[in-house]
């Protein structure tokens, strides 16, 4: 009996020390009044405001500018000297859904299947990823969660860095993913003959245009019976918001011949709502992008060059080719394999040095992803009304000497901590160090 009770004693304690420990780990976000204050606003569509001040209230912005007056009772936060940026919206992340490259079992954005649209990435985003709190403290505040794969791999969602549950990150915008089929060799590695590319392309086009035809059939019966007759089909239903013109269609193409080809069928489909993803090699083809007046979401910029004959710098400056012919573009990171996101201020800043400029790159990854995904009246720039999604730093956000000093997300005061911080202060300071013999 006595040792009974001394085990659930220990036992006890060492669940104590456990929550102790993790509460002492995983400090919370703090919701409230906040009066961001001395600060220079770059409110991104109104221009800059210096010395100026921010109000938060209820999870929203309702004051931005020099002469506002602080009510009483919110918390003060001096921000002299500092800058107040928009959250940036990386447009393309497999966050969330990726944990370890080497352990399949942590990869949750790639389906079996060509033809998987009904497959939602907001379910499999895991609020707890390692990733998000190392993304967010950088300043992207949120990221389209996006899976790959097949023809139609399944449907991406725009989420919130912060939440404990994929619904509470939910962001407003969520869309059906299609690759287009690719012409050509698919690397170095692709040894097959011209005959039996052009054959696999042609397969490929034929099944697009089959399943599609599936879809606009599904759709006009699910229309003409209300939704009554059309039967289970999740592929098609799934499929219905993009058909409908209710949700984008994201289209991936990178080569010129798969974005002329991407272009002429939007065209021949008559796609309500498309928007480009990838285009890396859309500086060949932007003016005829710019012609059919679809949206871009480009990048990695941080990238080697499409061909061995192309100059060294062309996925720096796609972008601004892209910009100057007269496309909406958004810059996304496409960090898929590293999983760097927070590196996305570096690709919009890339962007800007070769030829984008700092404004327009800054739109880029802030007001012009969220007008493309429809949530430009939440995010996206600092203005009354919106969603208090925004962060403190030391000064411009595309040069890696500055530091970010406080984030919020929906008005939450995020806490400053990720495992890498975690990481760096133990080891910054080793107590015993090295030792002793």
């Avoid at 100026?52 to 209230?57: D, K, P, Y």
């Avoid at 012409?183 to 039996?196: L, T």
Wanted: net charge neutral; aromatic share 8%; proline share 5%.
């Amino acid at each position: 009996m006595k040792s009974l009770q001394l085990f659930s004693g220990l036992f006890t304690a060492l669940l104590c020390a456990l929550v102790f420990h993790i509460e002492a780990q995983s400090p919370k976000a703090k919701y409230g009044s906040f009066a961001l204050t001395n600060a220079t606003i770059e409110t991104v569509t109104k221009g800059t405001i210096k010395n100026g001040t921010v109000i938060i209230s209820n999870g929203k912005i309702t004051s931005v500018g020099e002469n506002v007056s602080v009510p009483q009772g919110v918390e003060t936060i001096d921000c002299k000297g500092l800058f107040i940026y928009p959250g940036m919206i990386d447009g393309g992340t497999h966050i969330g859904m990726s944990e370890i490259g080497s352990d399949p079992r942590t990869q949750d954005f790639n389906e079996i299947g060509e033809l998987v649209p009904q497959m939602k990435a907001l379910t499999a985003v895991n609020p707890n990823a390692v990733a998000i709190p190392i993304t967010r403290i950088s300043g992207v505040t949120t990221a389209l969660a996006s899976p790959a794969g097949g023809l139609f791999p399944g449907t991406a969602a725009l989420i919130n860095l912060h939440g404990y549950t994929p619904d509470q990150m939910f962001a407003g915008f969520e869309g059906v993913v299609m690759n287009f089929p690719h012409e050509g060799r698919r690397g170095f590695f692709d040894r097959r003959a011209d005959d039996e590319i052009k054959k696999a392309t042609e397969t490929a086009l034929k099944k697009l245009d089959e399943v599609w035809e599936r879809a606009v059939q599904y759709y006009q019966v699910d229309s003409a019976t209300k939704g009554k007759s059309a039967g289970y089909y999740p592929e098609m239903q799934a499929l219905l918001p993009a058909v409908s013109g209710n949700s984008s269609l994201l289209i991936e193409a990178n080569s010129a011949k798969d974005i002329r080809a991407a272009l002429k069928w939007i065209k021949d489909k008559k796609i309500k709502k498309p928007v480009l993803t990838g285009v890396a090699e859309g500086w060949r083809v932007a003016d005829e992008i710019a012609k059919a007046k679809i949206p871009v979401v480009t990048g990695g910029v941080l990238e080697l060059p499409a061909h061995d004959y192309d100059r060294y710098d062309q996925a720096y400056t796609n972008a601004g080719l892209l910009f100057k012919a007269g496309v909406k573009v958004a810059i996304r990171s496409n960090e898929t394999g590293n999983q760097n996101y927070r590196n996305l201020p570096y690709h919009a800043g890339f962007a800007a040095a070769y030829g984008m400029g700092r404004e327009e790159a800054l739109k880029a990854i802030t007001i012009t992803p969220a007008e493309i995904f429809g949530v430009a009246d939440k995010l996206g720039s600092i203005e009354v009304g919106k969603n208090a999604t925004l962060f403190i730093c030391t000064g411009d956000p595309f040069e890696t000497k500055t530091q970010i000093k406080q984030v919020f997300i929906d008005g939450w005061q995020i806490p400053m901590v990720s495992r890498q911080t975690q990481l760096y202060d133990e080891f910054l300071k080793r107590e015993p160090g090295v030792s002793k013999k």
